[in-house]
């Protein structure tokens, strides 16, 4: 592990950005154990709060996409979150031969009781840093997603 007293090369904060990603997937498997989901449930229910929050809400198709699942598997994962009262499928606002997802308000709850505190330690340790270098940091992170995304997409196989 760095020292935090050294000063960073660029092998240490790789080491510290694959912990750091490693800490965040054995987080969300906590969530899921703690509520009996899969994985895959998890990730669906991430990727549903994400499209809600950006304006953008999912249909099973794009969700199938996100997660790189059939059809069949999709349909499988909503019934399974239907069920547990985790989520809803509705009649696309756009165009109603589609459905939409929607998180419902008690999964919102659960998710915001188990992530919310982590949400403010984050907040907490925002604060150390000043507006200069979370700019620096903002830009690393995006750089480093896009980075993952690119790679991610490039090695995936095609149908």
């Given at each position: 592990m760095p020292d935090p007293a050294e000063p960073i090369d660029r092998t240490a904060l790789l080491y510290l950005l694959r912990r750091q990603s490693e800490e965040a997937?054995?987080?969300?498997?906590v969530f899921g154990e703690t509520h009996?989901?899969?994985?895959?449930?998890?990730?669906?229910?991430?990727?549903?709060?994400?499209?809600?929050?950006?304006?953008?809400?999912?249909?099973?198709?794009?969700?199938?996409?996100?997660?790189h699942l059939s059809r069949?598997?999709?349909?499988?994962?909503?019934d399974r979150l239907e069920r547990a009262g985790h989520v809803a499928r509705r009649p696309d606002p756009d165009?109603?031969?589609?459905?939409?997802i929607e998180m419902q308000p008690a999964a919102s709850a659960l998710?915001?009781?188990?992530?919310?505190?982590?949400?403010?330690?984050?907040?907490?340790?925002?604060?150390?840093?000043?507006?200069?270098?979370?700019e620096v940091v903002a830009a690393f992170l995006r750089d480093v997603t896009d980075a993952t995304i690119s790679t991610r997409e490039a090695l995936t196989p095609r149908p």
């Open positions: 997937i054995r987080f969300a498997a009996g989901l899969h994985q895959t449930d998890v990730s669906a229910l991430a990727a549903i709060a994400h499209g809600a929050a950006s304006g953008t809400p999912l249909g099973p198709a794009a969700l199938a996409s996100t997660l069949p598997a999709t349909t499988a994962l909503l165009d109603r031969r589609r459905s939409v998710a915001g009781e188990f992530f919310g505190p982590l949400g403010a330690a984050f907040g907490r340790a925002i604060e150390r840093y000043t507006p200069e270098q979370l």
